[in-house]
């Protein structure tokens, strides 16, 4: 997951370098690192913007590390999902068991389906749905996908998807 | 000069394309050394033959007017077996369960020693690897650029002018047909029935569309790219192919709300190859509206080429026809 973190440094050499060992002793791959030397806060100490990505479970011991070296942690937002995809499907998709279908991705622990539009326009008719699923990743994004792939086959549900190639 | 015996086998739109064709550029083949010499017309009942080549403007106008090009009652086959020539320009109609009359033409022809250019792509998409063996077996040249992509290079910008590099994936719009009813259901918010029917009524989809709307037009095209550019041994059957007659307006609407447009892409590289209705965000290169074809090649050094085409039309596919006839007496 994608971490944000605000914190504050003593004006003093060698704290930057301090502050951002633990981050990668936490295998948190730096993204980006704001530091706002010529800001102070009230208490005298200089404001610091990291953004890394990381595990979930490093996110905690971390913080820990962190603030046992003098490091003030004022903010942590975490952002678990950082791929976005949609997927259209086509077919009797609410009497093939929706809440099934939604639950093959919301059940992996890595993707989920965020926003769902469905269109029926007439009982007999095919119905069709847009799904936006969010994942922690690429490669998570492409796994929940195949296995809606699989879940369309078996339900008799045509399911468009996005193509591969990212030339723009 | 070089004087090169040809003959025409099947005389439908693709066929007399090609006439058509060779009149209009007579002067431009001379400059580049080239007489084509036409001794050998078939369509599917009749033939014509003159060793001294053919008047091809008169054969067109008989074709018009009387329905064929000839009094001879020689197949094609016979003629590819006994009139001496060149090249033989295969462009019966396309026949994906048995390769059709086309497999049997080109087996001939080469069994004859004569080149083959075509754009039939049922024999292809059966029996590559046993047509291009043969063909190198008996030294014959065997092009088949108009099978693939029709108007829009790809077999000769391949090998030509990307030569060096290493072609990881194509993907792209490899029917005209499917684009067109794709793209009008899009604008028009109409039903897959409504838009199919103007197609129709426009010559643009055929009265029995199975073929182009089923996917396996695309499907075929395919299975040329992935022998030809990949050095794979795939047949129709190893293609995963979903067609578009199941799009309903409203998915395209999702679709368009969420930034996406629907197109039938066909998609080849060593690890798959299928055709299916996919999303491909507005604005993208791929997105390509009316009958057109497109397809973009990732390639290792060039990085991504894109090519955007007619893919079929008389004359469209005649072009890759005689250019593929020009590429074999370059070489």
């Known amino acids: ?168 | 000069m070089k004087t090169i015996k040809a003959s025409i086998i099947g005389f439908g739109s693709v066929g007399q394309g090609v006439a058509k064709v060779l009149l209009r550029k007579k002067e431009e083949l001379r400059s580049m050394g080239l007489d084509i010499k036409v001794v050998a017309v078939a369509d599917s009942k009749t033939s014509v033959i003159d060793m001294n080549g053919l008047d091809l403007a008169h054969v067109l106008e008989r074709k018009a007017s009387e329905g064929n090009v000839g009094d001879a009652n020689i197949t094609g086959h016979d003629i590819i077996r006994d009139v001496d020539h060149d090249v033989v320009i295969e462009t019966t109609p396309t026949n994906i369960n048995t390769g059709g009359v086309g497999l049997q033409n080109m087996l001939m022809a080469f069994n004859k020693k004569r080149h083959v250019v075509t754009s039939n792509k049922g024999p292809l998409a059966l029996k590559y690897k046993d047509l291009s063996a043969l063909a190198s077996k008996s030294g014959c040249a065997f092009r088949f650029e108009a099978t693939a992509g029709g108007a829009m290079p790809l077999l000769n910008l391949v090998r030509d002018t990307l030569s060096g590099n290493d072609v990881i994936s194509i993907e792209g719009i490899f029917n005209g047909t499917c684009n067109y009813i794709l793209t009008r259901m899009m604008e028009e918010h109409a039903t897959y029935e409504l838009m199919l029917g103007e197609a129709q009524e426009l010559g643009i989809a055929e009265k029995d569309p199975t073929y182009d709307v089923e996917g396996i037009d695309s499907a075929c095209k395919l299975v040329i790219l992935a022998n030809a550019v990949f050095g794979m041994d795939v047949a129709y059957e190893d293609v995963h192919v979903t067609g578009i007659s199941r799009i309903t307006p409203e998915a395209l609407m999702l679709a368009e709300t969420n930034g996406y447009v629907v197109k039938l892409i066909g998609e080849v590289n060593r690890q798959r190859i299928q055709v299916a209705p996919r999303l491909v965000p507005i604005g993208h290169p791929l997105a390509v509206g009316g009958t057109l074809n497109v397809a973009s090649l990732q390639t290792d050094l060039a990085g991504p080429v894109i090519v955007v085409g007619r893919g079929a039309g008389s004359i469209e596919t005649a072009s890759a026809i005689l250019s593929d006839i020009i590429s074999i007496y370059k070489d």
């Open chain 1, 1 to 168: 997951m994608r971490v944000s973190m605000d914190i504050e440094l003593q004006d003093a050499p060698g704290q930057l370098v301090q502050a951002l060992k633990p981050i990668s002793e936490f295998r948190g791959n730096l993204v980006s690192v704001v530091h706002h030397h010529e800001k102070r806060t009230p208490r005298g100490t200089i404001p610091v913007q990291v953004v890394f990505e990381t595990d979930a479970f490093n996110v905690s011991p971390l913080i820990t590390k962190l603030e046992n070296l003098g490091v003030g942690v004022i903010r942590v937002n975490e952002e678990k999902f950082l791929e976005k995809g949609t997927v259209v499907l086509i077919g009797h998709i609410v009497h093939t068991d929706l809440e099934d279908t939604i639950d093959t991705i919301d059940k992996t622990g890595y993707a989920e389906v965020v926003e769902l539009h469905l269109s029926m326009p007439s009982i007999n008719k095919s119905s069709s749905a847009s799904f936006r699923i969010d994942a922690v990743g690429k490669k998570e994004l492409k796994d929940a996908i195949s296995l809606l792939r699989s879940v369309a086959i078996k339900k008799d549900l045509v399911l468009i998807e996005p193509i591969e190639s990212e030339i723009l």
